[in-house]
């Protein structure tokens, strides 16, 4: 229990989210219409997904300093739980954007470089995938961790502000107030993103967990 | 005579003006578009996106779920 606190935080939060999602008020905006109500689903993805690829890349330098191993099956859950989520905040980005947008997949900065970006993610864990030395793929694998980590934030955060996007708050230099969110919305939606990310920590510690106790079985 | 023709000719651009409400009566009542996402103002767009969170996540567990059957089994033996 002293150590489980943050889990019944996650479900609280989340909780909180589908019920004040679907019932609060929201702006009234032409083409959003009720789907602005997206954000508090879809967008969280995303923050979260940034959130496990950190403590992935965290993981990944511990791992380097160290050569520990219990560091490395850290950083490789954290980001198939990323990645995860990354699949997640297409598949439902798409749905927002067809009815919206107009087309599943526009030909948007930010789409195509979280594109690139997924793949990366899948190439990393392909690499891994190559090695049979544990402690060559666990040096490897940090070693891309971290670059795949400082090629992705400039890809999703920095290139599409330099042109135009269909998302808001890019295309210029933006502030969150820039987004389409009343103060009402940033009161669903921050909570839902420290919900999504702690549900995100939840399902790689219990991977990690799983890992560990089949390498003592091997 | 000039009366009748005026009224034909007002018959006759009220008839072709009226075709276009015709038009759009039909297609509401006939053709069956996929509409019903745009309906209710898109809340079904929100209902989609929910539930394919609800499905990603449930796969994800399934997944989870047949590593530990693996794991249990190799225990086991």
């Given amino acids: 229990m002293k150590n489980n606190w943050w889990k019944i935080v996650a479900v609280i939060l989340l909780s909180y989210t589908i019920y004040f999602g679907l019932m609060g008020t ?3 905006r032409a083409i959003l219409n009720e789907s602005i109500r ?5 967008v969280p ?3 979260a997904m940034i959130a496990m690829l950190s403590t992935s890349v965290f993981n990944a330098v511990r791992y380097l300093r160290s050569n520990d191993l ?3 099956i850290k950083s490789v859950e954290f980001t198939n739980v990323a990645i995860l989520l990354g699949i997640l905040g297409c598949a439902t980005g798409s749905i927002w954007a067809t009815f919206t947008w107009g087309d599943p997949w526009p030909n948007d900065p930010k789409l195509n470089s979280v594109a690139i970006s997924m793949l990366m993610y899948f190439a990393y864990l392909i690499l891994r995938g190559s090695f049979e030395d544990e402690q060559r793929r666990a040096r490897i694998s940090a070693v891309y961790n971290i670059l795949a980590f400082s090629v992705f934030i400039p890809l999703i955060f920095i290139l599409p502000r330099l042109t135009d996007s269909l998302h808001p708050g ?3 230099n933006p502030a969150f107030s820039d987004y389409d969110m009343d103060s009402q919305m940033r009161r669903v939606f921050y909570p839902a993103v420290i919900g999504w990310a702690l549900l995100g920590t939840w399902i790689a510690t219990l991977r990690v967990r799983i890992r560990r ?3 003592i079985e091997d | 005579m000039k009366n009748k023709v005026s009224v034909a000719v007002f018959t006759l651009i009220n008839f072709v003006l009226s075709l276009n409400l015709f038009a759009q009566q039909s297609v509401k ?3 069956a578009m996929a509409d019903q996402m745009r309906a209710d103002g898109k809340i079904w767009v929100v209902v989609a996106v929910i539930s394919t969170l609800f499905v990603g996540i449930i796969a994800f567990l399934v ?3 047949r590593k530990v059957s693996k794991l249990e089994k190799q225990l086991k033996k």
């Fill in chain 1, 38 to 42: 997206n954000v508090y689903f879809h």
């Fill in chain 1, 213 to 215: 106790v089949s390498e």
């Fill in chain 1, 70 to 72: 219990s560091y490395d």
């Fill in chain 1, 26 to 28: 929201v702006p009234r």
């Fill in chain 1, 170 to 172: 890019n295309g210029g």
């Fill in chain 2, 29 to 31: 009542q006939e053709v």
């Fill in chain 2, 63 to 65: 997944s989870m779920d």
């Fill in chain 1, 45 to 47: 993805m995303w923050f």
